[in-house]
């Protein structure tokens, strides 16, 4: 055993690990101490290992906490572990937790609590949307338990003692410690989780080990955290309460910023340059590792058919979706976004050529496919309720009909039966958004892999599943992006999904929060890390 090496992206010896808040010296800190956050929609669920999105990731990186925790740029930090060693050739990693531990109800937390989670997470009966992420990460067995061919049990980690786990790998994976800030990897408390099933994580039963503790939801409206009383860093986690608020349309979000009804909210498109201009110090626009796209249902007619995809995919005039209809957004051409570590996106030249020479082509291959003036395209557009979603839909849904001639009606639902319905095959083009989970190509080309779970529109191509699988065991990054590279070219030729554009982070944030993270491209926000200034 050694020593982290380079190799894993992360060296405990480097730097000083951070923990919670980092106050400057003679800062005034407001006796309130509460902080208040524009969720956009209701979570679909807090359990960790059946988390999906964003939206209730964020509450979760504050009820729970996993062995690592990303700081404000970043980087790793430890966190339930307090440090861990990787083997020479890199196949086993010894955690060693911290000592005492405790969930929020009191009890011992201990090495099996983070057993028993990430078996939980790849078992077929939990139908966890994140099932195949310990496969990704290549943790021995995984794949093999997700595709029901072994028992949970054979999963590649176990607890040595109470705080020692260790985790066997199949080959070495450059970025699996970062991505166990992920809440899939978060330990869940065994006991309370057999009593009281899908039941679990309503505030009268949760238990958790994060700085906070859910105390009220009132579903549609909001979520209420404490700190909590149990979590080893306590003394050095300075907010007392976050509320995390429902308010899915931009415009709302921003009115109650406005009227003092919260200290962090996104942005209208419309009111950034207002913005700039009125309360310049308020708004902040981070990069991040976020691509949005639309997914086609490639069982369903037309989608069953290449030439259709194509002709929709290549006659989105994403420079005037990124820039005129929602501002400060960038064309998006891969699904990785550039700034994605070791990516080099390749050159797609179709997408290079002007506009009137690709819709020249697209009614090609829509002539091809049967489709004229005679016989136009008719589909479904589908996409959740906000505001932002609906200005792409329509704008999507105008160019084709301009362009193409094509007929779309547009659907939107609530965001959990839109989950829900998404997930069950029932729509024919679909809005999605995905976020990177760690800093490595593979977690968002692997969303179209046939055997992932969110890969909804059930694309199935065997040249671009070998292209990752080749790619999972190429140790050069240099080499390694050659055939991320080949794969996004194969999404061009094929097109599931159409990327259009890369979302970054555009936020206003009350001057009297301390603390926030301005450099973490995967917008993970802990509530440990904040204060309120008096003001």
Do not use: C
Not at 8 to 17: D, K
Not at 300 to 317: G, I, S
Not at 330 to 350: C, G, I, M, N, R
Not at 375 to 387: C, M, R, S, T, V
Request: glycine share 4%; proline share 7%.
């Amino acid at each position: 055993m050694k020593k982290l090496s380079p190799l894993w992206l992360v060296s405990l010896i480097s730097v000083a690990p951070l923990y919670a808040a980092q106050i400057p010296a003679g800062t005034s800190l407001d006796p309130q101490q509460i902080f208040r956050y524009n969720n956009h929609a209701e979570p679909a669920t807090l359990d960790p290992q059946k988390i999906e999105e964003n939206t209730a990731a964020q509450i979760a990186l504050d009820l729970f906490e996993g062995l690592v925790w990303l700081d404000g740029n970043g980087k790793v930090q430890p966190a339930q572990a307090e440090s861990w060693k990787v083997s020479a050739d890199g196949k086993q990693i010894d955690f060693t937790l911290r000592k005492n531990l405790r969930w929020s109800d009191g009890s011992a937390l201990t090495a099996d609590d983070f057993v028993f989670a990430w078996q939980r997470a790849v078992d077929p009966a939990t139908a966890s949307p994140f099932a195949n992420y310990f496969a990704a990460g290549h943790v021995v067995n995984a794949a093999q338990i997700v595709n029901g061919k072994m028992k949970p049990q054979m999963l590649g980690v176990q607890a040595l003692d109470a705080r020692t786990l260790r985790v066997q790998l199949e080959q070495p994976t450059p970025w699996f410690i970062s991505m166990l800030a992920w809440p899939t990897t978060f330990p869940v408390p065994h006991a309370v989780v057999t009593q009281w099933g899908e039941r679990w994580t309503q505030p009268e039963h949760i238990v958790s080990n994060g700085a906070f503790v859910l105390v009220k939801r009132i579903v549609n409206e909001k979520i209420v955290a404490k700190q909590n009383p149990q979590y080893w860093n306590r003394s050095e986690t300075v907010l007392k309460q976050v509320e995390y608020l429902v308010v899915d349309n931009a415009v709302s979000g921003y009115n109650r910023y406005r009227a003092g009804d919260l200290d962090l909210t996104w942005v209208p498109a419309e009111q950034i340059k207002h913005i700039q201009q009125t309360m310049p110090n308020e708004l902040h626009i981070i990069p991040r590792l976020n691509t949005e796209y639309y997914n086609f249902n490639t069982t369903r007619a037309p989608f069953d058919d290449v030439r259709v995809r194509r002709a929709l995919y290549l006659t989105v005039d994403r420079d005037l979706i990124a820039h005129k209809v929602l501002g400060q957004r960038e064309p998006a051409s891969t699904l990785t976004p550039p700034q994605v570590a070791d990516f080099k996106s390749p050159v797609l030249d179709e997408l290079n050529e002007p506009l009137a020479q690709r819709v020249v082509l697209a009614k090609g291959l829509l002539h091809q496919a049967g489709y004229d003036e005679q016989h136009p395209l008719k589909f479904e557009l589908f996409y959740n309720k906000y505001d932002l979603h609906e200005k792409t839909a329509i704008a999507l849904s105008s160019q084709w009909k301009k362009l193409l001639g094509a007929q779309v009606t547009l659907r939107n639902m609530e965001w959990k039966t839109y989950l829900d319905t998404r997930r069950a095959g029932d729509f024919m083009l679909s809005r999605q958004s995905w976020d990177a989970t760690y800093n490595e190509p593979s977690t968002f080309l692997n969303t179209l892999q046939s055997t992932s779970v969110e890969n909804v529109g059930h694309w199935n191509d065997a040249e671009y599943d070998r292209l990752l699988k080749q790619a999972e065991s190429v140790s050069d990054p240099v080499m390694r992006n050659v055939l991320y590279s080949q794969a996004e070219v194969r999404i061009n030729q094929q097109a599931p999904i159409i990327p259009v554009y890369y979302q970054p982070l555009i936020k206003l944030l009350k001057p009297y929060v301390g603390g926030f993270p301005t450099h973490n491209p995967q917008d993970y926000v802990y509530s440990k890390e904040l204060y309120i200034i008096a003001h």
